[in-house]
């Protein structure tokens, strides 16, 4: 198709949202993106539909059919909706939650989303304010509900917004309900197939939940008498203008910590993030003024969550008394280590438990499990894929820790996706259990390594926007795929994963195989041997291509360390330069 075709075909896409059936607010802005002599604004916000994914939605807010607005906020809400009618025809009454976080018109959303549910019969329970993610996961379970959404970005930057949906076990769905939800959502042709309802049908709810929540996560505590040794330690936190402002200090002084310094002006629940570039704890500028309070009071460590409060970063000191930021596999690690080896001193480790990573988190996870006869799955980038091996199990094994390299862990059962409350509680726990044994985390971390080897780990994000990017990403996947690395960085490819085909191939052996997976995903994983993993994926929410690396090198002794930090970045050097990112 011609540009010029092309831009008329937007054109008329974009006025059917001018008729009456949009609100005038709406229609100005359309009219205004019309009326633009540069079309690039039109055509992003128009040349597609945004997608209801497996996981809801995401995108940069703004009219249009590609923005997140009431209108595909409400289109995906009435689909599920009829999905949720449909499939639960025989129940008295259908019940879901509804929440939302401290984004820009995240409120506004949720009261869309829970007056169309009440308009299709169902009972919306509606949180009384924003709350943490893992929360609504949390009172989906713990109020019987069959679904529940919330509206969220999570960690991305202002512009965005989203829409996750939850499933009745407290877990974004997988198949079949995922795909089924997806079809009714495509069903929605227009803005008259959606029953905008009025919200005051909603249940507002909220503070007993509340309790009920804090008071479950504190049965997890492995440490108490511990943390009453040490309970003035010093903690530093900071929400980033989001919704664990006040939950975590609450399940933090639950757990038994007094001694718990914010920063005010990240306190403010603002969705501008006027503090940060992008209230991303993944990101070294988002904790730093929670870092300039560390050093100004002298604190043990320092923790961040996003403004969903489903992922958490941690900043710590190292052996020169500076401030160093660990990564999601690291922080990750410290827990895995303390949540197993503390069971084995009490006694209650009993060959039961299992843990969940993620297939491009760090394989040291495996060997700490391995080494300790604790159950170990690998599983999708996804906290659904988590949460379905938690279901598989559930009443058979007891489940310990699931977690990812991107900041997501989960310590408790009774939620099925990522809690940055329970992570806080439990790396403060970590913290103490360390200090008892002369150790601060930097110090535990380095003796893992010891033990099972020096791992550093990248992540690498390529990004490439709108629609040329889109296929840009497709174009460098299929690339890798139909002409695999044979060698990378000077170490023979052993092993080649295409989860999209679910075929393996051994370059040793010469041969093709089949992996066992639930479903396919668009990954490419590589294994080099020198014990090198490579996962390339695009990501489900972001206009972007991922790497993540990984690389092992053995130690010795603690005073070797350093030598291994110093080949290991070395490496990761020469396989960027390998990949060409």
């Known amino acids: 198709m011609e540009d010029k075709d092309f831009l008329t075909e937007i054109r008329l896409k974009?006025?059917?949202?001018?008729?009456?059936?949009?609100?005038?607010?709406?229609?100005?802005k359309v009219q205004a993106l019309l009326d633009n002599d540069d079309p690039t604004e039109l055509i992003e916000a128009f040349y597609k539909d945004l997608e209801f994914g497996t996981g809801g939605l995401r995108g940069i807010m703004g009219v249009g059919t590609n923005r997140i607005n009431k209108y595909t906020i409400g289109a995906a809400t009435q689909g599920l909706a009829n999905y949720l009618n449909k499939e639960f025809a025989d129940l008295p009454q259908i019940k879901v939650v509804v929440g939302n976080d401290s984004r820009n018109y995240s409120r506004t959303f949720a009261s869309v989303s829970a007056g169309i549910f009440a308009a299709n019969g169902i009972k919306a329970y509606l949180f009384d304010d924003l709350r943490p993610t893992p929360e609504i996961s949390y009172a989906i379970r713990k109020l019987g509900c069959q679904s529940g959404v919330v509206i969220t970005a999570s960690h991305n930057p202002k512009e965005y917004n989203g829409y996750k949906a939850y499933w009745n076990d407290g877990a974004q769905m997988i198949s079949p309900h995922d795909k089924n939800t997806i079809a009714e959502v495509n069903k929605i042709k227009g803005v008259k197939d959606i029953k905008f309802g009025d919200v005051s049908a909603a249940v507002l709810f909220g503070m007993h939940i509340d309790e009920e929540y804090i008071n479950d996560l504190t049965t997890i505590s492995l440490s108490q008498d511990i943390i009453a040794r040490n309970r003035e330690v010093k903690i530093v936190y900071t929400p980033i203008h989001g919704t664990g402002v006040y939950i975590i200090p609450r399940a933090l002084r639950n757990f038994g910590f007094r001694n718990i310094i914010r920063i005010p002006v990240q306190d403010n629940l603002n969705g501008d993030f006027p503090t940060v570039v992008s209230p991303n704890p993944e990101e070294p500028a988002a904790l730093e003024l929670a870092v300039e309070k560390a050093k100004e009071v002298d604190a043990d460590i320092v923790m961040a969550s996003d403004p969903d409060a489903d992922r958490m970063g941690i900043a710590v000191k190292n052996n020169n008394g500076e401030w160093i930021l660990l990564n999601g596999n690291q922080t990750g690690l410290l827990m895995v280590y303390y949540l197993i080896m503390r069971r084995k001193e009490l006694g209650k480790l009993t060959g039961n438990e299992y843990i969940v990573k993620t297939i491009v988190t760090t394989e040291t996870v495996r060997a700490i499990a391995e080494k300790n006869n604790v159950g170990f799955y690998d599983v999708y980038t996804g906290f659904k894929w988590i949460a379905d091996i938690m279901h598989k199990k559930e009443g058979r094994k007891t489940f310990i820790f699931g977690g990812?390299?991107?900041?997501?862990?989960?310590?408790?059962?009774?939620?099925?996706?990522?809690?940055?409350?329970?992570?806080?509680?439990?790396?403060?726990?970590?913290?103490?259990?360390?200090?008892?044994?002369?150790?601060?985390?930097?110090?535990?971390?380095?003796?893992?390594?010891?033990?099972?080897?020096?791992?550093?780990?990248?992540?690498?994000?390529?990004?490439?926007?709108?629609?040329?990017?889109?296929?840009?990403?497709?174009?460098?996947?299929?690339?890798?795929?139909?002409?695999p690395f044979k060698e990378i960085a000077g170490s023979k490819v052993t092993m080649m994963y295409d989860f999209a085909s679910l075929k393996g191939y051994s370059f040793i052996d010469n041969e093709e195989f089949s992996l066992v997976m639930p479903t396919t995903s668009n990954v490419l994983q590589y294994h080099t041997e020198d014990g090198t993993k490579i996962s390339i994926r695009p990501s489900g929410t972001e206009p972007k291509i991922k790497f993540y690396v990984e690389v092992h090198e053995p130690v010795a002794s603690l005073d070797k360390i350093p030598e291994a930090e110093a080949i290991t970045t070395a490496r990761i050097a020469a396989i960027r330069e390998t990949l060409g990112i």
Do not use: H, P
């Not at 059962?413 to 360390?434: N, P, Y």
């Open 404 to 483: 990812e390299e991107s900041y997501g862990y989960l310590c408790e059962d009774f939620v099925r996706d990522k809690d940055a409350v329970s992570a806080c509680c439990i790396i403060a726990e970590t913290l103490v259990w360390a200090k008892e044994q002369g150790l601060t985390l930097y110090n535990l971390l380095n003796r893992i390594y010891v033990e099972y080897g020096y791992s550093k780990e990248v992540g690498i994000s390529v990004v490439k926007t709108g629609k040329s990017g889109a296929e840009e990403i497709e174009a460098m996947l299929k690339s890798y795929r139909e002409k």
């Open 14 to 28: 974009a006025e059917t949202w001018l008729t009456a059936d949009y609100d005038e607010v709406t229609r100005t």
